[in-house]
């Protein structure tokens, strides 16, 4: 017999949840993480709780409030004269919002009765796990099953090798102590981007380059060119076409050579995207089968290669977001218990936290262009929405289409203040196979910001109201 029902691999949010869900369902789980913080102490959540979204947005937040002191305060009548900003005083609040909730998922271990075990997981013969403990320690554990949730690391380009003091990783970049004068970031995806805007909030004068024609290439163009303007005039230059060759360090400066053009800055941020993690996991060794860019193989079900042994998260690909890690850790819990689940992989949301910010689910509009499908367009701008004009926030729009016979809602496109919670009541309407009508004839409060997205869906149908 087995030591454990599953042996989960990774506590990040595909692993945690996933393995949470799999003791709910009475299982015996136990889920083994090698994270260690600056301490040397097991800290759960992986990259998201650790060095991804949560410290990220938690440095989002404070930059927001400081730039709103600065720029917006006076109109509300409040004067912020003299406005400073104690970086490590930020840096200490967004540690002590990590520490909460890495603390926490050892909690939530320990009240679903999941076995927690700090080491690195290397895969064995017979659904056998070697796990070795940071005091080098190993001992061997035995599953029928095993869910491989080991996530991904930011991808370095061997023109701009990370250094951690000028050339910075995202990890890097969450952990500066001292607002550069002048910034570069290379690549002008989500990461980059919030990246690039707490620090230009707070003070750098920040130049992100992408090599890329396009600005948010997969985002509806409409909403695309709406935030670059916006981001621009924050201050954030963004050079498209701009493919980096080279970058040096030398006299405490960087240079960046990209399209016969340079940069010299005081740090640089490479987010050119993140590569699966499966160093240590002797995963090909174990007969799991990966692309040609590393990541583990998958069926629908997110099973590998060897039955009882399954991928999520990061590792296998797709969206690499931690929702849809958390969902696909939900389905194969319930897979492996016997229950019936599937993932919704068409409805899940994407979220840029720049300020307004950018969401969307389902088909973009060139999207659907292509594929020839007959859409109607509904939209509507924030500056037509009370709400928006009582606090301040007037930039951005909804805009929806849905398909021009059936009416039901192919995709859904926000650029505004709250997008990555107003997004959610399109996501619900999609899943639930909602018409465009559906979404009109449903009550919104008023005055919300969800207004908006009411307004937009009557517009599909020609009947907006305040616009
Ligand atoms: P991870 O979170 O990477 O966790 C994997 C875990 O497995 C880690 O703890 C790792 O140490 C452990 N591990 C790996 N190998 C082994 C081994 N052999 N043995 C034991 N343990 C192992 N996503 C969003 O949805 N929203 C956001 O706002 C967002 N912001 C982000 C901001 C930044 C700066 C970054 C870097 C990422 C952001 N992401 C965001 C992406 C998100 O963090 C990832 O999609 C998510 O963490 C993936 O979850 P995961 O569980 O698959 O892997
Ligand atoms: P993402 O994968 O969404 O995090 O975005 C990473 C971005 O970095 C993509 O838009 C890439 O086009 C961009 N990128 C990758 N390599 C380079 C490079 N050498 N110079 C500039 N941009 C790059």
């Not at 040609?292 to 590792?315: M, N, P, S």
Request: proline share 3%.
């Amino acid at each position: 017999m087995a030591d454990y029902n599953v042996i989960v691999i990774g506590a990040g949010p595909a692993g945690y949840v996933a393995a949470i869900r799999c003791s709910q369902l009475g299982m015996k789980t136990v889920c083994v993480d090698k994270w260690l913080n600056s301490e040397n102490q097991a800290s759960l959540g992986g990259t998201c709780l650790n060095v991804g979204c949560i410290p990220s947005k938690a440095l989002l937040d404070s930059s927001h409030h400081y730039s709103f002191m600065q720029k917006q305060a006076a109109t509300h009548g409040i004067k912020c004269d003299n406005v400073t900003i104690d970086i490590k005083t930020m840096q200490t609040r967004k540690a002590e919002v990590v520490e909460t909730l890495t603390k926490g998922i050892a909690g939530l271990f320990k009240k679903n009765k999941v076995t927690s075990i700090t080491g690195t997981a290397k895969l064995a013969a017979n659904k056998q796990v070697i796990i070795t403990e940071p005091d080098g320690k190993q001992q061997t554990i035995s599953g029928d099953n095993i869910i491989i949730a080991t996530g991904s690391t930011p991808v370095q380009i061997p023109i701009a090798k990370f250094d951690n003091k000028f050339i910075l990783d995202s990890t890097g970049a969450l952990a500066i102590d001292k607002v550069p004068e002048r910034l570069g970031v290379i690549g002008a995806g989500a990461i980059g981007l919030e990246l690039g805007s707490v620090w230009s909030r707070l003070g750098s004068q920040v130049t992100v380059l992408e090599a890329l024609p396009d600005f948010l290439a997969m985002a509806d163009r409409k909403i695309a060119t709406l935030a670059q303007r916006e981001l621009k005039k924050q201050g954030l230059a963004i050079n498209l076409n701009a493919q980096v060759t080279s970058a040096t360090v030398a006299d405490d400066e960087v240079t960046v050579s990209y399209s016969e053009q340079q940069l010299v800055v005081d740090k640089l941020i490479v987010a050119v995207g993140r590569k699966p993690h499966t160093d240590n996991l002797d995963a090909n060794e174990a007969g799991i089968q990966m692309d040609e860019r590393g990541f583990i193989q998958v069926d629908k079900q997110c099973q590998t290669a060897i039955a009882g042994i399954y991928a999520i998260g990061d590792v296998i690909g797709g969206a690499m977001l931690a929702h849809k890690g958390s969902e696909e850790g939900v389905m194969v819990a319930e897979l492996i218990a016997g229950q019936k689940s599937k993932m919704s992989y068409a409805t899940i949301p994407f979220v840029i936290y720049t300020h307004p910010e950018i969401a969307w689910v389902g088909k973009t509009e060139q999207q659907l262009k292509s594929a020839k499908i007959e859409y109607k367009t509904g939209q509507f701008p924030f500056a037509a929405s009370g709400r928006a004009r009582a606090s301040g926030d007037t930039s951005g729009m909804v805009r929806i289409f849905a398909d021009a016979k059936t009416d039901s809602i192919l995709g859904v496109h926000i650029f505004g203040n709250n997008a990555s919670e107003l997004i959610t009541e399109a996501v619900v309407a999609m899943e639930l196979e909602a018409s465009a009508e559906d979404l009109a004839r449903t009550i919104h409060a008023h005055p919300t910001l969800a207004e908006a997205v009411h307004e937009a869906a009557l517009g599909v149908d020609g009947r907006t109201i305040h616009a």
